[in-house]
């Protein structure tokens, strides 16, 4: 059964670091476009940022400079370290799996930036 897991949430103040964490039991993990999208209270989900299987990423405007993905095959384990955080990151983080046949989802991890 595949599954996506999610850790490394929190609560933390502004300017501090968290770093996100995915462990996917998915065949052919290499294979999957894997992505990190949040969802804040009253908003749609967006997507933050986005690796492909040759390396390549994505990142929405907002967090550019500020978060890093990547992706361990070896691990099956992608990752999101995000650097000063701000308010506006507080959200529901999401971990994507897709290989344009399947689509997986997380079940979330709740990240809070708050003094």
């Known amino acids: 059964q595949v599954q996506l897991v999610e850790s490394g949430g929190g609560l933390v103040q502004p300017g501090e670091s968290l770093r996100l964490s995915c462990a996917a039991s998915?065949?052919?993990?290499?294979?999957?476009?894997m992505a990190w999208y949040r969802q804040a209270p009253g908003k749609q989900r967006e997507l933050v940022a986005r690796?492909?299987?040759?390396?390549?990423?994505d990142y929405v405007d907002s967090v550019k400079g500020r978060f890093t993905i990547s992706r361990d095959n070896s691990k099956n384990t992608l990752y999101l370290q995000m650097s000063s955080l701000e308010p506006e990151d507080t959200a529901v983080y999401y971990c994507?799996?897709?290989?344009?046949?399947?689509?997986?989802w997380g079940q979330g991890t709740q990240v809070t930036v708050s003094s």
């Open positions: 994507n799996a897709n290989n344009f046949i399947n689509n997986y």
């Open positions: 998915i065949g052919g993990f290499g294979l999957y476009f």
């Open positions: 690796i492909r299987p040759s390396g390549s990423t």
